[in-house]
Structures are given as C-alpha cells and as structure tokens.
C-alpha cells in the first residue's frame, strides 16, 4: 500500500499542508509516499487558464519531479481528457498503485469544490480516503465572523479581526517542512518504476501552447519554482519592502512591488511562508509601515478567497450584488479590440494594455485603471474584461480576479460606489508624473515631454499629433462618465 498527495496549485515541497499531511501519515504506517499531478486540457479551457500560466506550471513541475526524485518520491503527470471523469481518473490510479490514502490542498472554487465532494465519495466505495487541508489562505476560509456571525463583505473589518487572529493563533508560527525521503526498505525506486521512468510531460493543446522563444523569453522573465519563488521573496524583503507603501502604486517603478503573485497563484510560494518571512524580517519589532503595508496586501487575498468560498454565486458569472445584473452593457467589438491591443488613445491605458500583452502580468493599479475603463468609460460588460485577463495573465487567480472586476464595476463586496469613476487622464498624472511607465510601453509616445504624454490628443496641436500615428481617444471621458452614471443608475432603479 502507499499514501499519496494530489498537486493542484500547491506547487511546492515547502509549508504544504496536504502534502506534509501525507508524509506524516505514510511514515507512521510505514507505507511509501508517491505524487500525482493531473493535466486536464478542458480544465484549462474551462478556465481559461493563459497559456503563460500553464508554461509556468509546467517548468515547475520539472522542478517538483526533480526535487522529489532526490527524496526516493515519484511525481506522476497524467493528462486527463475528460474532466468529468477526474474523479475516476484518480481513483483508478489510486486501485493501480494500491493507494489507500489520498491527501490535497482545497481549492474553493464551485466546480473543483463539487469535484472533490464527489470524489470524497466515490472513494468511500473503493475504501480510498480522499482528504483535502485547507492550505492556500493564512486563515482558513469562514473562520472570522463579524458580530453578528456573518462571514465580512467588507475589507477593513475583515482585515482588524484577521491580523490580531493571525498572531493570537500563531498561524505563521509552524510552517510544515518538506517532506522526508522515502525510506529505502520500500524500495520505492522498483516497486515505483513506471512512476520514476515518466520521460516527458504533456504537451498544451495549440491554443495553450507558446512559441518556443516566447516560452524562452517568458522563463526568463517569470522563473519557476519555489526556490526561485523564495528567493524573489528574500529580495524583496531585503531591498524593497521598507519602501512599499510609497512605491506600490507607481507602475513606471518596476520594483514597487514584489512581482510574487505568480508564485502565490500558482502555490510555489504559500501566503504563510509570505507573512512569516516578513515579520521575521522586521525582526520582531513592531512592523513597520512598509512591512505592515505588504501583508495587508497577503490580507487581500484571504479576503477575497473567502469571499469566493461564502459566496459561491460568483463563481457562476454572476455578480456579488445580483441587482447590477441589470446594468445594460454596450456590445461594441471595435471598442473591445482597441482596448485589448491598447489602441483606445488613452496612454496610461494603452500601455497597461501592452505591459498585459507582453509581460503576461500588470501593475495593481493599472489593473484598476484598465477594468474602470472597461467598465465605465466603454461601458462594456466587465466579464468580458475578467475573461480576458484570466486568458492572459500568468498570476491568474479566479478569486482575485473576479474580486478585482467586481471591485471596478462596483457590483462587488466592498467596491468601488457606482459613481466613483476612475478619470484616466488624472490617474495617469498621479500615478506615472513623469510618463515613464507610457514611454517604456508606448513608444509612439517616447519624444513627448511633461504632460503632453499623459493626453497628446488634447495637447499637441493636430499637425504634431498625426504625426506621431497614435489613435485619438475612442470615447471622451466627460462624456462617457455622464452616460455610465445613467447606465448604472437606471439598472439599479436610482433614476
Ligand atoms: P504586491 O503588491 O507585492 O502584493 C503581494 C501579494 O498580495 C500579491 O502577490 C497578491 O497575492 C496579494 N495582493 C496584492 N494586492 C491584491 C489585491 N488587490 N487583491 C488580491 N490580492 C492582492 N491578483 C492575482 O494574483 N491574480 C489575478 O488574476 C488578479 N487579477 C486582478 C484583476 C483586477 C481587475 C485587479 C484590480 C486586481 C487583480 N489582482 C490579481 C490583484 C493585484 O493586482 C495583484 O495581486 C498584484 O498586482 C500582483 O503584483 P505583486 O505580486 O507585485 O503584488
């Protein structure tokens, strides 16, 4: 018999639940522990998962393989071609290796959630335990209630009832180390080989895949894997952190922020290990703005996976507050393209638009201004904009996405009030004074100087802003906002 871990988004050997969970219970049965990861095509198609986050996923997962290997514990990648027949999938895996005991990280979303359930169950039958650990938030989803027993709908009440609770339950204080190796009476390395021998991995479909230098030139760009993970975590902390509250919302500065949400969405880096390693950094005294600002930040993420997990309706295309259903949406493919291309003529849009394109990821507040844009100046459905992130980003995360959106529409928990409307030419002032993050992503515009970049159309003469072959604004600001305030208020019976 053997005891396994199924890998989902926990890519990691370090501070994993499920996993150290089943080297514990393996070794005090004295049984071998052996790992599965399935790839399910029509998973990523249902999720629209990026083909730059499904590359990241693999080159970790040659990672994993490796680092496992060295403990005596074979990883297993299987490709499943019918997601509706996971659970079988695993099951028969399971009766194949003689699997007794089968251990994985939750995951809160409604399809995986139900899944499980019923993998639970089927596994009874077979008398396979199926167990699955919450692991990917600092606090456990449902935990905190506010007064009244209900689960917050609102960030900051959220975050005073979180921080106090991470400290009175010490819940960064034991972090699981990896596990052990497989102790050699088992001879796992025989009784396992066909799981060792595995030569080469799964291959995305063509719509999933990359071009072989675009996949080069994204691993260099994102490196994978948790030793990677851990030390873009120790840069950070050591050269970055103390100034994050002033930088984290400056998208011309590239290290503003920690890059880390490519880790913490794909699991090769856990929240626990993100919050433990900066109080640590802090040495124990009373955090400091910088490394208080950060882990509010971590904060966010519990948030909204408990939002996610409260609240499964969303998961469903539906909108948090389900009266803004009734919000009516433009239908204007043109608009739609020239917002994906970065073409609205719009520069601090155009060149969040590009940095998406390109680098497979997007500054936090340029997410802000590009969804308010969608939703407010467009008037466009804003699924149509989370959709399209989550089809392109490489830390593509369902809840924060989606949270992030709904946010941004205002029909979330805790957004932005309808008539709070993002004006795209103030924000770019604010946040890019002196254009550099414009000029790095739209080199049309890298000859203009002071405020001309943040709106040439307005501030070039005609004759010097043809020359520079950049689009006039799709829509005007004023104009539309006026339009978005009826929209919103006539959908949600305000007029
Ligand atoms: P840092 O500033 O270094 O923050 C550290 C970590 O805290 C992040 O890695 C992330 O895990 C968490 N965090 C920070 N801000 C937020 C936030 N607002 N919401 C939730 N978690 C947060 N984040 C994703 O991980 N995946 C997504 O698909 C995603 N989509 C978004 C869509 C929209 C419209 C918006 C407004 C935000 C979205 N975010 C998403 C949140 C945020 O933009 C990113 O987490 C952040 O930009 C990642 O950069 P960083 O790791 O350098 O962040």
């Not at 089968?102 to 499980?116: G, P, Q, S």
């Amino acid at each position: 018999k053997a005891v396994a871990h199924w890998f989902r988004w926990d890519l990691r050997l370090s501070d994993n639940t499920g996993l150290h969970r089943a080297a514990e219970s393996a070794k005090s049965q004295g049984l071998p522990l052996i790992c599965l990861y399935l790839f399910s095509h029509q998973d990523f198609h249902a999720h629209l998962t990026s083909p730059a986050r499904i590359d990241f996923c693999l080159r970790t997962l040659q990672i994993l393989k490796d680092d496992l290997a060295k403990l005596d514990i074979p990883l297993w990648v299987e490709e499943v071609t019918d997601r509706k027949r996971t659970q079988n999938h695993v099951l028969d895996w399971c009766e194949k290796w003689d699997v007794g005991e089968l251990h994985a990280n939750m995951l809160y979303e409604v399809d995986e959630l139900r899944r499980d359930a019923k993998l639970v169950r089927e596994g009874v039958k077979k008398d396979i335990r199926f167990t699955v650990h919450h692991d990917t938030c600092v606090v456990e989803p449902m935990v905190l209630r506010s007064g009244a027993g209900k689960t917050y709908s609102v960030f900051t009440p959220f975050f005073k009832s979180w921080e106090p609770y991470v400290y009175r339950n010490k819940c960064v204080q034991d972090l699981f180390p990896p596990p052990g190796k497989n102790d050699p009476k088992h001879t796992v390395r025989e009784a396992f080989a066909e799981l060792f021998s595995q030569t080469s991995f799964p291959t995305p479909n063509p719509n999933k895949r990359l071009e072989q230098k675009e996949a080069q030139r994204l691993a260099k760009l994102w490196p994978a894997g948790e030793h990677e993970a851990r030390s873009r975590l120790r840069r950070f902390l050591d050269e970055r952190v103390s100034k994050y509250v002033d930088t984290r919302n400056r998208p011309d500065n590239d290290s503003g922020t920690s890059g880390l949400s490519v880790h913490l969405s794909a699991g090769t880096l856990s929240a626990r290990q993100a919050v433990r390693a900066c109080m640590d950094h802090n040495k124990g005294k009373s955090l400091d703005s910088g490394h208080h600002g950060w882990i509010r930040e971590l904060c966010f993420r519990d948030f909204y996976k408990q939002i996610l997990a409260a609240n499964p309706h969303v998961c469903m295309n539906k909108a948090y507050h389900e009266e803004y259903h009734k919000v009516k949406w433009e239908y204007n493919e043109e608009h739609f393209q020239r917002w994906v291309q970065g073409k609205t003529g719009y520069p601090i849009v155009d060149a969040a638009m590009r940095q998406l394109a390109t680098n497979k990821y997007m500054h936090n507040r340029c997410r802000m201004i590009v969804a308010s844009f969608l939703c407010k100046d467009l008037l466009l459905d804003w699924r149509k904009g989370e959709n399209y992130f989550m089809s392109e980003l490489i830390d593509g995360d369902f809840a924060s996405n989606n949270a992030g959106w709904q946010f941004c529409s205002s029909s979330g928990t805790d957004a932005q009030p309808y008539f709070r409307i993002f004006n795209p030419l103030t924000q770019s002032e604010k946040f890019d004074p002196d254009g550099e993050y414009i000029r790095r992503w739209v080199p049309e515009l890298s000859k203009l100087k002071g405020k001309e970049i943040h709106d040439p159309a307005s501030r070039l003469s005609p004759a010097e802003f043809k020359k520079l072959s950049y689009p006039k604004p799709i829509v005007e600001h004023k104009a539309a906002r006026e339009l978005a305030l009826e929209r919103y208020k006539s959908g949600l019976g305000k007029n």
